[in-house]
């Protein structure tokens, strides 16, 4: 295994540095303390830069294969890759009274501070890439401002807003702030507008996800046609929930090239 090269780790707000548990490549962070982003740059003259969130259910970040793997992966394609490490609705907040928690939208604050981080370097097409519920949060960023466009994997878009839950009767998650987050962001859904992108999207699912139901993406689907937005869309029929860059061993192995071909597109644009 190549070594694993140091990130540039750049604090957004105040609080303690984050500390990642267990070992590479199978780190996950389990109580954000701050907003960071763990930068990894490309090793030639950079066409892009890529903001990645990682996945975890908004319990923890799955740093390593959704975060880490997936920047080196783009490094491979010419991009400038960012990790971002946020904090997670619900859980204590260390800097305020006791018994307080983060609210509901601290993922979305701390990804709009990755943002204006990202605006002032140097200009370069900005792709936002996220997988499980990092496709989410990827997904609600693409709506707050244009940008080159959003490859999305296996996300719980929307099928998780208690009004349209599937399977119907599915109890709300816990903790609460975490429901309020999915309530607020049902992301393609035509009756809530502000949660349609406003950018191309790349969307990768397995058919038969019992985690993350594909009537997520179908959902997305029909919102973004009446957008006019491109959508590419890929579903794979024996992929499980959370393939990332591993265990393609069936139809889904083609997603990442479908992927590099899209961004190729999305770069040249």
């Given at each position: 295994?190549?070594?694993?090269?140091?990130?540039?780790?750049?604090?957004?707000?105040?609080?303690?540095?984050?500390?990642?548990?267990?070992?590479?490549?199978?780190?996950?962070?389990?109580?954000?303390?701050?907003?960071?982003?763990?930068?990894?740059?490309?090793?030639?003259?950079?066409?892009?830069?890529?903001?990645?969130?990682?996945?975890?259910?908004?319990?923890?970040?799955?740093?390593?294969?959704?975060?880490?793997?997936?920047?080196?992966?783009?490094?491979?394609?010419?991009?400038?890759?960012?990790?971002?490490?946020?904090?997670?609705?619900?859980?204590?907040?260390?800097?305020?009274?006791?018994?307080?928690?983060?609210?509901?939208?601290?993922?979305?604050?701390?990804?709009?501070?990755?943002?204006?981080?990202?605006?002032?370097?140097?200009?370069?097409?900005?792709?936002?890439?996220?997988?499980?519920?990092?496709?989410?949060?990827?997904?609600?960023?693409?709506?707050?401002?244009?940008?080159?466009?959003?490859?999305?994997?296996?996300?719980?878009?929307?099928?998780?807003?208690?009004?349209?839950?599937?399977?119907?009767?599915?109890?709300?998650?816990?903790?609460?702030?975490?429901?309020?987050?999915?309530?607020?962001?049902?992301?393609?859904?035509?009756e809530a507008p502000h949660g349609l992108p406003r950018c191309p999207?790349?969307?990768?699912?397995?058919?038969?996800?019992?985690?993350?139901?594909?009537?997520?993406?179908?959902?997305?689907?029909?919102?973004?046609?009446?957008?006019?937005?491109?959508?590419?869309?890929?579903?794979?029929?024996?992929?499980?929930?959370?393939?990332?860059?591993?265990?393609?061993?069936?139809?889904?192995?083609?997603?990442?090239?479908?992927?590099?071909?899209?961004?190729?597109?999305?770069?040249?644009?």
């Amino acid at each position: 295994m190549k070594p694993l090269p140091e990130p540039r780790i750049t604090a957004l707000c105040g609080g303690a540095p984050n500390r990642l548990s267990g070992d590479w490549p199978e780190r996950c962070c389990t109580a954000p303390t701050r907003a960071e982003l763990h930068s990894y740059p490309c090793p030639t003259a950079a066409r892009g830069r890529a903001l990645i969130c990682a996945g975890g259910g908004y319990l923890q970040l799955v740093h390593d294969k959704e975060g880490v793997e997936i920047a080196l992966w783009l490094n491979s394609l010419g991009l400038d890759a960012h990790v971002l490490l946020h904090r997670l609705p619900g859980q204590p907040c260390q800097d305020a009274a006791p018994g307080s928690v983060w609210p509901y939208d601290i993922a979305l604050q701390d990804g709009r501070r990755a943002l204006d981080h990202l605006a002032g370097l140097a200009p370069l097409p900005l792709l936002q890439v996220g997988l499980s519920s990092g496709g989410h949060l990827a997904a609600v960023l693409a709506c707050q401002s244009p940008c080159a466009g959003a490859l999305i994997a296996y996300a719980p878009l929307n099928a998780n807003h208690r009004d349209h839950k599937v399977p119907a009767g599915k109890p709300d998650f816990a903790p609460p702030e975490k429901q309020a987050f999915y309530d607020a962001w049902p992301i393609g859904l035509a009756e809530a507008p502000h949660g349609l992108p406003r950018c191309p999207l790349f969307l990768a699912y397995a058919l038969h996800d019992a985690i993350v139901p594909v009537e997520h993406a179908l959902n997305l689907l029909r919102g973004m046609a009446r957008t006019g937005q491109a959508v590419e869309a890929h579903l794979f029929p024996d992929a499980a929930h959370g393939f990332a860059l591993r265990a393609l061993h069936g139809a889904h192995a083609q997603w990442p090239r479908l992927a590099e071909r899209w961004i190729d597109e999305r770069l040249a644009a």
